[in-house]
């Protein structure tokens, strides 16, 4: 039944059904069908504002602070923006079956709302996004190579080439050779968190070579947003 919640084939069979008149057992069937999705939907998309309300609780004192030094124009713009991040989350959350990707769509969407500065709707969209995406274990790949080189990271605009190789052999894979890590930051790379470094030139094209990426300024943003303060 959750394949359902996710499949367009389903909602295109509702949409069609509700042109006939169904009789037994096809009706039966569609109303199940039906009424698993309604709850299902609704029950994704209550466990995304729970975590809204549990991670904003943290951030009361300041969100009135801001609220009181905003201008009235100011704080109606972002209560806009809020509400219509909070309906692309909602419909994000409906969407997914991770109950750990839809947390981590409402930690997003909090840490986007009670910053100071202005609300990049954009960006918090397309990092609610990146975490319907990427699985627990592809976050945690994420999280260790900004564990060995994050700090190096915040004060610059890039890691140099070198800097970065040698720091990789610090995560917790060494130097192995694994194709699992290819296919983790590969994917990293594709939403633009990572970056492949380009191998030595002194690399015999006969050798075997585990590939080594770079942490970019996007990986770290969407680290930062996805930490939970809870």
Same mark, same amino acid.
């Given at each position: 039944?959750?394949?359902?919640?996710?499949?367009?084939?389903?909602?295109?069979?509702?949409?069609?059904?509700?042109?006939?008149?169904?009789?037994?057992?096809?009706?039966?069937?569609?109303?199940?069908?039906?009424?698993?999705?309604?709850?299902?939907?609704?029950?994704?998309?209550?466990?995304?504002?729970?975590?809204?309300?549990?991670?904003?609780?943290?951030?009361?004192? +300041?969100?009135?602070?801001? =609220?009181?030094? !905003? $201008?009235?124009? #100011? &704080?109606?713009? %972002?209560? @806009?923006?809020? /509400?219509?991040?909070?309906?692309?989350?909602?419909?994000?959350?409906?969407?997914?079956?991770?109950?750990?990707?839809?947390?981590?769509?409402?930690?997003?969407?909090?840490?986007?709302?009670?910053?100071?500065?202005?609300?990049?709707?954009?960006?918090?969209?397309?990092?609610?996004?990146?975490?319907?995406?990427?699985?627990?274990?592809?976050?945690?790949?994420?999280?260790?190579?900004?564990?060995?080189?994050? +700090?190096?990271?915040?004060? =610059?605009?890039? !890691? $140099?080439?070198? #800097? &970065?190789?040698? %720091?990789? @052999?610090?995560? /917790?894979?060494?130097?192995?050779?694994?194709?699992?890590?290819?296919?983790?930051?590969?994917?990293?790379?594709?939403?633009?968190?990572?970056?492949?470094?380009?191998?030595?030139?002194?690399?015999?094209?006969?050798?075997?070579?585990?590939?080594?990426?770079?942490?970019?300024?996007?990986?770290?943003?969407?680290?930062?947003?996805?930490?939970?303060?809870?």
């Amino acid at each position: 039944m959750e394949n359902l919640s996710v499949s367009p084939v389903t909602k295109a069979v509702l949409a069609v059904s509700s042109y006939f008149t169904l009789v037994w057992p096809v009706n039966k069937a569609v109303d199940t069908i039906k009424n698993h999705l309604s709850a299902d939907s609704l029950e994704r998309i209550r466990l995304l504002v729970e975590t809204l309300a549990n991670e904003i609780r943290g951030h009361d004192a +300041e969100l009135k602070r801001l =609220q009181e030094k !905003l $201008p009235t124009a #100011d &704080a109606a713009i %972002r209560e @806009e923006v809020s /509400r219509e991040l909070l309906i692309d989350a909602s419909r994000k959350a409906s969407r997914t079956r991770s109950k750990d990707r839809i947390s981590r769509i409402g930690v997003i969407l909090t840490n986007g709302i009670v910053q100071p500065e202005f609300i990049d709707a954009d960006e918090i969209e397309e990092m609610m996004r990146i975490a319907v995406e990427l699985s627990d274990r592809e976050v945690d790949f994420l999280r260790e190579l900004i564990r060995i080189e994050g +700090e190096a990271l915040q004060a =610059q605009d890039h !890691l $140099p080439r070198y #800097d &970065a190789y040698t %720091r990789w @052999e610090q995560g /917790r894979w060494g130097a192995s050779i694994d194709p699992e890590i290819d296919s983790v930051f590969s994917k990293l790379e594709s939403y633009g968190l990572v970056a492949r470094l380009a191998p030595p030139s002194n690399l015999n094209i006969m050798a075997d070579f585990q590939n080594r990426y770079v942490l970019l300024k996007k990986g770290l943003r969407f680290s930062r947003l996805a930490k939970s303060s809870v």
